[in-house]
Nanobody, 121 residues
Framework: QVQLVESGGGFVQPGESLKLSCAASGMSVRQNTVGWYRQAPGKQRDMVARIRNLGEIGLRRTNYAASVEGRFTISRDNAKNTVYLQINSLKPEDTAVYYC??????????WGQGTQVTVAS
């Protein structure tokens, strides 16, 4: 059974930073595509960052949404089987529920329960 458990969300002021974590079990973050999505109230769920495995051993590609490029950094610790999202210079428009995802090469699509990030003065 695949489980993704996010943590690290919270209430912060504009300009501050947060680091979100996603602990995975049942599937390897190293061998699969992992990413972060977010959903603000009344809006659709959008991808913010993703590490894609391109099939060849060690070959991967990292993508970011244009709205977060330069402020968000996705990374993974293969030994801990955990994915991170470092968020710097937070803005009120970053307020959303952030979801961790894992996608396998044969169509598996797994989501965490989400962690709330609220940015306000």
């Amino acid at each position: 059974q695949v489980q993704l458990v996010e943590s690290g969300g919270g209430f912060v002021q504009p300009g501050e930073s947060l680091k979100l974590s996603c602990a995975a079990s049942g599937m390897s973050v190293r061998q699969n595509t992992v990413g972060w999505y977010r959903q603000a109230p009344g809006k659709q769920r959008d991808m913010v960052a993703r590490i894609r495995n391109l099939g060849e051993i060690g070959l991967r590609r990292t993508n970011y949404a244009a709205s977060v490029e330069g402020r968000f950094t996705i990374s993974r610790d293969n030994a801990k089987n955990t994915v991170y999202l470092q968020i710097n210079s937070l803005k009120p428009e970053d307020t959303a529920v952030y979801y961790c995802t894992l996608q396998t090469g044969n169509g598996g699509d797994y989501w965490g329960q989400g962690t709330q990030v609220t940015v306000a003065s």
